[in-house]
Every structure is written in structure tokens, then in C-alpha cells.
């Protein structure tokens, strides 16, 4: 009835917060099952009619968190990681092809979503705690206060700079600036045999990117 599909936005998210020797099996199904398989099943949806087509664009949802670890949130910084990764790849593979398919990965910091509610949406066979221990231990991981979401920016920015970034055929899409430096940070450490610097969300509570 629509046409053609020339868009396609992976766009979905849940968390689970507590330290990696807390969370259960069902925190990570219930993450992984939505940020990356969700990517996943889109991918393999739309992407052989964009190739066929040989025009349009896939944008993946990621984060900062995809990009650096955060403490306290480690099957989202997991799932992130892995959308970002397979996004790089769909972006190498299209370019071996030949394809005028476009990819690009938004990795945005602290955006005002609903995010930190994730649990309403946890599918009853994949919770382990009643809500008042989940809340607990949300609240005694080192992470997001109250000050930090106060900052966040709103998803009306986001979405601008998805739109500025598939326009300029851009892979990389951030929605914040790099305030602490905790990406160059990261590959020095790599680079030099160097640890990772501990990295809390606060660091994604900066100001906007300049566009």
C-alpha cells in the first residue's frame, strides 16, 4: 500500500541494572532478547529489500554505552556493544557489494526516554526478583541520580540528528559531545597495554554536539 521502504530505524531499548555478580540469567535474556536481537530481526527483515531496491537506509540504535563500559549496567553495555559492531559489519559488507545502501549507528548519550522503567515491559517468565528488589538494587548501583536525567536531552534532538545524519550519509551518529574524553581514552588504553578507565553514566549527561 506504502511503496517501498527507503527507511528503516532499529529503534528499541531495556536495562537491567546491578553488578555483573547480581544479575541473573533472565536480566541478560530479557536485554539482549530486545536491544540485540531486536537489531538482529530487522536487519534480516529489510535489508535484502534495500539491497535488491539498491537505495535506502538502515539506522541502528546504539548508545554511548555501546562505545564505552559503563559500571552498573553491563548486559546493556553488552547489547550496545554488539549493535554496534554488527552495524560496522552490515557497513563493510554492503561496501564490498557494491550497494548504495546507506548504515549508520546512533550512539546517543543521556536522552529523556523511559527508559529507567524497563521492567514494566519484562515478560513475566523472565523476572526473578519482586519489584521492590529490582528497585533496591537499581537504586544502590552506582549510576544514573536524579541531577543526571534532570540533564538529559530530549528525544526531539535525537531524532534531528538522525535525520542530519542519514542526509550526510553518516555512519557514526552521536547526540552528545565527548565531554570527558572517554573514547579516545578507551582506544589509548588499547593501544598503550593501558586498563580501562572506570566509567560511570554521568559522563553521557553532557552538553548537545554541535551540528
Known amino acids: 500500500h506504502y511503496g517501498s521502504v527507503h527507511v528503516v530505524c532499529n529503534n528499541a531499548g531495556v536495562g537491567a541494572r546491578g553488578t555483573m555478580w547480581e544479575l541473573g540469567v533472565n536480566d541478560w535474556e530479557f536485554v ?5 536481537w531486536g537489531v538482529i530481526h530487522g536487519v534480516r527483515v529489510f535489508a535484502p529489500h534495500l539491497v535488491a531496491q539498491d537505495e535506502g537506509h538502515i539506522v541502528n540504535t546504539g548508545s554511548m554505552a ?3 563500559s ?7 553495555n553488552v547489547s550496545k556493544h554488539g549493535v ?3 552495524s560496522e559489519t552490515l557497513y563493510g559488507e554492503l561496501q564490498d557489494a557494491g550497494s548504495n545502501v546507506g548504515v549508520s549507528v546512533l550512539c546517543p548519550g543521556i536522552i529523556r526516554t523511559n527508559l529507567r ?3 514494566r515491559n519484562r515478560p513475566e517468565h523472565l523476572r526473578d526478583l519482586d519489584p521492590e528488589a529490582v528497585k533496591e538494587r537499581t537504586q544502590n548501583t552506582p549510576g544514573f541520580s536524579d541531577t543526571v536525567r534532570l540533564q538529559a536531552l530530549p528525544a526531539e534532538w535525537a531524532a534531528e540528528c538522525v535525520f542530519e545524519g542519514i542526509k550526510a550519509n553518516r555512519f557514526y551518529i552521536l547526540t552528545h559531545d565527548d565531554h570527558e574524553g572517554q573514547i579516545p581514552r578507551r ?3 588499547i593501544q598503550n597495554d593501558g586498563n580501562p578507565a ?6 553521557f549527561a553532557g552538553g548537545p554536539i554541535e551540528r
Open 32 to 36: 539482549l532478547r530486545v536491544n540485540l
Open 66 to 68: 555501546g562505545l564505552v
Open 70 to 76: 559503563v559500571s552498573g549496567t553491563g548486559p546493556y
Open 84 to 86: 554496534v559492531t554488527l
Open 117 to 119: 522503567n524497563s521492567e
Open 187 to 189: 582506544h589509548d588504553a
Open 198 to 203: 572506570v566509567v560511570r553514566s554521568t559522563v
